[in-house]
């Protein structure tokens, strides 16, 4: 394809008179003929066409045409006439209007988290972030439920609270004159020994389930402390909350947790590691409530300030070092230096990676990723995998899976098991058909149950269609679900299973130790 | 296919004032180097009036000194003539002229003469002219008693300032950058021109205020005129888009005597100021600016008043060593974004 494009035949202008066309549009033309006039203001002169082939015209007869343009096409082939056309009728096509609104960059960037259409701004001139953040305000208020005045106003959409989480009567109060003392000379406490810390806080009021194991040095003390089964705090613990301290089944924490808050409301199945500290400035603050989801999991040395509301969802990873913060430290606001307090929430299945930071007002949108290191202002959209300083979303959390891809993951599970326990020294069977024995106990990969077998045995499985008779186990990976019960084999391929994120219910649930 | 309708372009703007001009004034007269029809002047600002006004266009040789005094004389004579100087630089040819007869000659004789003259000059580069058809030259007639320095920018009313240049008793000298000429004249709509709101202060030879806030707040003022306006504008969008720094913009068109009153009003408002000319940098319109404005307003400025300008150097025919002496979009980012207090 040729091009005629105006040329500058006079230093002083910057537009030229196309005065005449000498030929139809659309008609054949060949190399060297005139096709029109142009009148410069030093010249009148003829332009030729640069080849043969049909000329497509792209401007009317006596209309100015700015120095540099192409004002002709020749077409040597049909296919190039053809694209021609097909190019004409895009060039044709309107605007779309968002296209012309002006928004700024930080703008677009919070509207494309939030999902909000930015022609929904009704303003003349630039769209600012401050204009989405309106936007996103109005959005939450409508959302937010009313009361919860223990959460000021912080939306729980996207979070589940753990059954702990306000009971309002006074289960679990403590005698008055006990709390004082334990206040006034904590030490005392500390030195007990576990099994007496549990009766002394049970004679006190405080409500304290079966095997509740109180680390050496450790010390619990709150107007209200609500203890359930198997919870378990580690060595030189230390509990101190203005309010209460509820704490679901099975939860443990590692040796030197610090807990220090108004309000801390805990679920069932938490795990959190060593040097765990909750609190910070600002710990006694009236908003200064902490709220943490079944399951979670909270790593080595992880630290979370609360003195705003801070609500971590259920079966959340909050790995090793990664930093909570709900308020800044600073210079004067007079001064116009930032004073920041804001709540941080992390949706249900969200997971904050090694040494990341979030800062005050961040939430993490359930099911998100925020990548190791990464500093989180604002906040990430569910489902989004976000990285860097500051974190921006830059793709999806999770893949999504074909049905023969799953299967065959699944498949992989048997092998990998397989391998696990015959690498402990275990006495294993061959793999035959996605099956083998250990300790007496058949295990199995079946794409469906459906019913029937010889026990004892476990089986693992992507949907169960029939009864699950006695002394099978069977263990619904995507429905995360187990049915039947079985023994030291269930719990050592339940374990395996949870290493690889698949926690199922019935739950809380703890290994007990066993084969891996 | 055809083009689409969009605003008059400058050189278009500038013409049909000259018709209008010439229409209502007996008195008005153009003089210049290749006015006549069918050329029309080197950038056609003054085609289709030499057709029809054969008598009051006149045609001269290439010889700014005496065109200066012709036109000079004219004037005192009662006539209003208008010189159109092909190309800015060469004013420089008419300075003894200006310097020792068209700006005394008032105050030399009691005010009982006037020097009406309005002295027509496109400055500016970014055209690939070389070194001595480029220059902004503005800066040199902005130290002399009793003459009135316009610049037009592409937002401006271009008609109406070279209406009042006309009117003016005084010498007006009428800047118009060669740029303008090819670009449309936009005007405010509505009160605004694309985001930006605008205002417009002064009389007759207003400066047009721009702001992106509505006049309620402002990062830094940058105070501007003719073709640098543009570049200005992209600018300060810039600066928008990418860290949403809300600056005022203050588009002179009076350049001397120098009034900075909806300067200073805006200064109020943002505490700091840049500078922004295409002329080069030493003893420029900016270093006067900064002057005034650090002496009218010393307690509203938080920082030092920052320069744009051309670097001190002469302006290459290459269009890419040009660009490199030229204040440029970056320059004016950059120059905001210095500012104490600017960037976190």
Redesign the interface.
Same mark, same amino acid.
Do not use: C, P, S
């Given at each position: 394809m040729l091009e005629i494009v105006l040329t500058r035949e006079d230093?002083?202008?910057? =537009?030229a008179l196309l005065a005449e066309w000498l030929v139809e549009d659309r008609t054949e033309v060949t190399v060297g003929q005139a096709v029109c006039v142009v009148e410069t203001? #030093?010249a009148t002169v003829e332009v030729e066409s640069p080849g043969a082939g049909t000329i497509v015209?792209? %401007?009317?007869e006596d209309?100015?045409? *700015?120095l540099g343009k192409t004002i002709a096409f020749v077409a040597e082939t049909a296919e190039e006439l053809a694209s021609l056309d097909a190019g004409?009728r895009e060039r044709t096509l309107p605007k779309p209007p968002a296209g012309d609104r #002006?928004? !700024?960059? #930080?703008a677009v960037e919070l509207a494309e988290l939030h999902g909000i259409d930015l022609s929904a701004v009704e303003k003349? /001139?630039?769209i600012?972030?401050k204009d989405v953040e309106d936007l996103v305000a109005r959005a939450k208020a409508v959302a937010a439920p009313a009361g919860e005045s223990i959460l000021a106003g912080v939306s729980t959409e996207g979070v589940s609270l753990p059954s702990t989480f306000d009971s309002g009567d006074e289960t679990g109060a403590l005698d008055p004159g006990f709390l004082a003392s334990l206040r006034a000379d904590p030490d005392a406490f500390r030195s007990l020994s576990p099994a007496d810390k549990v009766a002394a806080l049970r004679g006190a009021g405080a409500w304290i389930g079966d095997g509740v194991e109180l680390g050496e040095g450790s010390l619990v003390a709150a107007p209200r402390v609500v203890l359930e089964d198997g919870v378990r705090i580690g060595p030189r613990g230390t509990i101190l909350c203005e309010e209460i301290v509820a704490i679901g089944e099975l939860s443990q924490f590692g040796p030197d947790l610090e807990l220090r808050c108004r309000r801390a409301f805990l679920g069932a199945g938490i795990w959190a590691g060593r040097s765990i500290r909750f609190g910070g400035g600002g710990h006694r603050d009236p908003w200064a409530t902490l709220s943490v989801g079944d399951l979670a999991f909270v790593g080595d040395e992880a630290f979370v300030n609360v003195c705003r509301p801070v609500l971590i969802g259920r079966e959340v990873f909050l790995t090793m070092r990664s930093m909570i913060v709900t308020h800044n430290v600073g210079h004067s606001v007079l001064e +116009?230096f930032e004073n920041r307090f804001a709540p941080v929430v992390l949706e249900d299945r969200s997971q904050v990676g090694l040494g990341a930071v979030l800062y005050a007002g961040s939430r993490i949108g359930a099911e998100a990723i925020v990548a190791s290191s990464s500093y989180v202002v604002g906040e990430i959209p569910a489902g989004a995998f976000a990285i860097g300083v500051p974190a921006k979303p830059t793709g999806s959390s999770s893949h999504k899976l074909s049905d023969a891809r799953r299967l065959e993951l699944a498949r992989r599970m048997i092998d990998d098991l397989h391998e696990l326990l015959a690498l402990r020294g275990h006495e294993v069977s061959a793999i035959e058909n996605d099956s083998f024995e250990v300790a007496g106990t058949r295990v199995l990969f079946t794409p469906s149950y459906r019913g029937g077998l010889e026990p004892p045995a476990v089986v693992l499985t992507l949907e169960v269609r029939g009864d699950v008779p006695a002394g099978i186990a069977v263990l619904d990976l995507l429905a995360r679900r187990v049915h039947g019960t079985g023994d030291v084999v269930l719990d050592s391929v339940r374990e395996f299973c949870r290493k690889r994120g698949i926690r199922f219910e019935p739950g809380p649930w703890r290994y007990p130790g066993g084969l891996v | 296919?055809? !083009?689409t309708a969009q605003p008059r372009?400058g050189v278009q703007a500038l013409n049909e004032a000259l018709h209008a001009i010439f229409a209502s004034r007996d008195d008005v007269v153009l003089l210049g180097e290749d006015v006549l029809d069918p =050329? /029309?002047g080197?950038? #056609?600002v003054t085609q289709g009036l030499s057709d029809a006004y054969p008598d009051r266009v006149l045609t001269t040789p290439i010889s700014e000194a005496s065109l200066f005094g012709v036109a000079a004389g004219m004037a005192l004579r009662g006539q209003r003539p208008i010189l159109e100087i092909m190309f800015g630089d060469f004013v420089a040819l008419g300075l003894d002229q200006i310097v020792n007869g068209i700006s005394k000659f008032r105050e030399m004789y009691d005010d009982q003469v006037t020097v009406p003259l309005v002295v027509r000059a496109p400055m500016g580069a970014r055209?690939g %002219?070389g070194p001595t058809h480029s220059q902004s030259l503005e800066k040199l007639l902005l130290g002399i008693p009793n003459i009135c320095v316009v610049a037009c920018s592409e937002c401006h009313d271009l008609g109406a300032l070279l209406t009042a240049a006309v009117e003016d008793e005084r010498p007006v000298f009428f800047i118009e950058n060669k740029l303008l =000429? /090819?670009r449309p004249n936009r005007r405010p709509e509505d009160g605004?021109i +694309?985001?930006?709101?605008v205002r417009e202060s002064g009389d007759p030879y207003p400066a047009l205020i721009f702001s992106?806030t509505?006049f309620t707040e402002g990062t830094a003022t940058v105070v501007t005129y003719g073709g640098m306006l543009p570049i200005v504008l992209d600018a300060v !969008?810039e600066l928008?888009? *990418?860290h949403?720094i809300f600056c005022d913009v203050v588009a002179l068109s009076q350049l001397a005597p120098m009034e900075l009153d909806s300067v200073l009003e805006s200064v109020a408002r943002t505490g700091a100021v840049v500078t922004a000319e295409e002329g080069t940098l030493t003893g420029g319109f900016g270093a006067e600016v900064a002057a005034r404005v650090q002496n009218a307003a010393w307690s509203d400025l938080r920082a030092p008043v920052r320069r744009v300008a051309a670097r001190d150097g002469i302006i290459p025919s290459a269009r890419s060593l040009e660009d490199d002496m030229l204040p440029s979009v970056e320059d004016v980012v950059t120059a905001v974004m210095a500012l104490d /207090?600017v960037a976190r």
């Open positions: 230093a002083n202008t910057e =537009y203001t #030093k015209q792209l %401007y009317a209309v100015e045409v *700015e004409a #002006k928004a !700024t960059r #930080k003349r /001139g630039f600012t972030e +116009g | 296919m055809t !083009t372009r =050329y /029309g080197a950038f #056609k055209r %002219y =000429y /090819g605004h +694309g985001e930006l709101a992106a509505d !969008t928008i888009l *990418e949403e /207090g």
